[in-house]
């Protein structure tokens, strides 16, 4: 089983990023998915999940409105397309397997840092 992020880098405040998550060595479109984030010095923040089918998100307050999560079981990967990035959304985001952020399968994580 494999999680591979990529797309993080520097954003300006006010800038966007995709991340992208791709999936290998299980039936990705039988499980939901999920975005999770540790900022430097904090504890890991739940960003977002996904159901198996797509049909269904949720999101943190904190970047409601400015991510969307999707996904495309047919590539195997996840996305979170982050809009109007703040500072506070620096982080190293990671995906899981799993409804949780605290799943036993992650990702090594992609580095997003915004700042001008």
């Known amino acids: 089983v494999q999680l591979v992020e990529s797309g993080g880098g520097l954003a300006q405040p006010g800038g966007s990023l995709r991340l992208s998550c791709a999936a290998r060595g299980f039936t990705f479109s039988n499980y939901a998915m999920t975005w999770a984030r540790q900022a430097p010095g904090k504890g890991l923040e739940w960003v977002s999940t996904i159901n198996k089918d797509g049909s269904t998100t949720s999101y943190a307050d904190s970047v409601k409105g400015r991510f969307t999560i999707s996904r495309d079981n047919a590539k195997n990967t996840m996305y979170l397309q982050m809009n109007s990035l703040n500072p506070e959304d620096t982080a190293l985001y990671y995906c899981?397997?799993?409804?949780?952020?605290?799943?036993?399968?992650r990702g090594q994580g992609t580095q997003v840092t915004v700042s001008s």
């Open positions: 899981v397997k799993g409804g949780t952020a605290w799943g036993t399968i």
